[in-house]
């Protein structure tokens, strides 16, 4: 079935179809004054990523949007934006490695409109995990597909090997493996840790760099449709084999056309657990904006947490979008509010979220 269908969409018209977004563009008329499905939407992209790089993708997703292009085109064209930047330690080229200095990706997409989705994980070489992802959204029946077949499939697609392990990377992870004694073990689930609020075991190792680090870029096009894709080199130094939320639909990433989207960044293993891209847009379902619903995830966990070790404080931030073009952003941990990068027609905001105090 798999074979079947790559044969009928050869890799040469898949490299044809990626040229054809820009010349497509081309010849599109002007947009100005079309309306937006009819109920005042207009194009936007938003990203949970908000330095320059961030900015930078959020310009190239709009470029296609502007220009009457698909959301599910401007998402990965600015996915990718970020996944090529070599400074960038929480993502593609130039990640943190795995225990074994090895950089392992995962990433998701999925398509609101027609509910389709695709990802991998645990892939190496390739700088684009979000294209693979998105190939195995629209070329197979399958979701997700996982190291050497991950890489098996990007390799017939035609994605070259590189080597992703820049040289920032390899010393940061030297750094890491400076500290490692014999008897080091894996440590019990961090929730379970007896850390202090807004501390953490990497607090005595202030020099190593060390993250969750994730991108979540969303966007929604001229038609009202809605597509989402969350990319990330996972958490820093983690078993070799380990999977995060990134490319679990429904924990890093969630998109329904009918509602809006939402992605997750932070501690993979607390947003797998509570499914919390998903349970943000049931939220939203409910009514709730996607700022409420992005604090009621974070407060749902910390309830849960709570119960086991009140110390303890989920490091995840949230973001959504409603099928309206409304935003939200939240955090728990941290001093500064939580931001997150938009793009509309107005230009390019930073725009702020909140920090969500627990329940007490
Ligand atoms: N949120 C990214 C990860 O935990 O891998």
């Known amino acids: 079935m798999l074979f079947n269908m790559k044969k009928s969409i050869s890799r040469r018209s898949f490299f044809d179809q990626t040229i ?28 949970s990523h908000t330095n320059d790089t961030g900015k ?6 709009w470029e296609i949007l502007s220009k009457g292009g698909s959301a599910v085109d401007a998402v ?15 993502v593609g080229l130039g990640g943190l490695p795995n225990e074994d200095g090895v ?13 389709s989705a695709g990802a991998v994980a645990c892939l190496e070489n390739i700088m684009h995990p979000s294209s693979v992802a998105r190939l195995v959204m629209q070329h197979t029946d399958h979701v997700l597909l996982v190291g050497a077949g991950a890489l098996s499939f990007a390799k017939a697609w035609g994605f070259k090997e590189e080597n992703l392990l820049t040289e920032k990377a390899r010393k940061i992870w030297l750094r890491w493996k400076e500290d490692l004694s014999p008897d080091d073990d894996w440590g019990v689930p961090e929730h379970l840790q007896n ?5 953490s075991y990497w607090k ?25 894709c969350t990319t990330t080199s996972g958490l820093s130094f983690k ?18 056309n009918e509602v809006g989207a939402a992605g997750a960044t932070g501690r993979g293993e607390d947003v797998i657990k509570s499914c919390a891209s998903y349970y943000i847009v049931f939220r939203m379902k409910e009514g709730r904006t996607p700022q409420q619903a992005c604090e009621d995830a974070m407060l ?34 941290g001093t500064n509010k939580p931001a997150m990068s938009v793009r509309t027609e107005k230009g390019y905001l930073k725009q702020e979220g909140n920090i969500v105090f627990p329940d007490k």
């Not at 850390?195 to 501390?199: A, D, F, P, Q, V």
């Not at 190593?208 to 597509?227: F, K, M, Q, S």
């Open 300 to 333: 749902m966990i910390a309830d849960r947490y709570r119960k086991v070790n009140p110390d303890y404080l989920p490091s995840e931030k949230f973001v959504a979008i409603s099928k309206s073009g409304e935003t939200g952003c939240a955090m728990m941990k």
């Open 204 to 228: 005595d190792f202030p020099d190593i760099e060390h993250h969750y680090g994730t991108t979540n870029v969303i966007a929604i096009d001229i038609n009202g449709d809605i597509a989402g």
């Open 76 to 90: 990965e064209k600015a996915a990718n934006v970020i996944e090529a930047d070599p400074e960038d330690t929480s």
């Open 239 to 256: 078993l070799n084999g380990r999977v995060g939320d990134s490319p679990i639909i429904g924990a890093g990433l969630y998109v329904d």
């Open 20 to 47: 054809g977004i820009s010349a497509g563009a081309l010849i599109l008329p002007s947009l100005k004054g079309m309306t937006f499905n009819g109920s005042g939407l207009k194009p936007m992209i938003i990203s």
């Open 103 to 115: 950089v392992q990706l995962d990433s998701s997409f999925m398509d609101g409109k027609t509910y």
């Open 195 to 199: 850390l202090k609020s807004g501390t």
């Open 56 to 61: 930078n993708a959020m310009e190239t997703g």
